[in-house]
């Protein structure tokens, strides 16, 4: 009885660490995201994204739950695409194009965070 109960505490210690690495990932992305969106110069620019491109691929590996891991690593994979685009222009050394594409990025942080929000109190109640 004992091994099922340290099993399962450490399974649980387990899939706590997986959900804080991408936490951690995310924020790391969040903040070569702001330094890039903040770069006055293409090669600074083309720095951080490079950097925001490998921890989204980072994010990529790490797991979700199954009812949200499809549209949780297409919202990465958009993502990843707009990075790119951002990469040849800063590297083009079009910083406000780059810039604007860092902006599509920003909303699909947004649309694609909403995934992961809990439920409010209203909408256990009432649904939603």
Partial sequence: MKFVFITAFLLSSFAIAKA????QVMKKMGHEYKLAIKSQTHNEMSRHIAAFILLVEQAKEQKFTDDKAQESLKGLNLTLEL?????IL??????????????????LRIKYHKLHEPPSVWELLFGG
Avoid at 83 to 87: D, E, F, N, P, R
Avoid at 90 to 107: Q, R, T
């Fill in 20 to 23: 804080q690495d991408l936490n």
């Fill in 83 to 87: 990075a790119k685009q951002a990469a």
């Fill in 90 to 107: 800063a590297n083009e050394k079009e910083l406000h194009a780059a810039k604007l594409k860092l902006k599509e990025v920003d909303e």
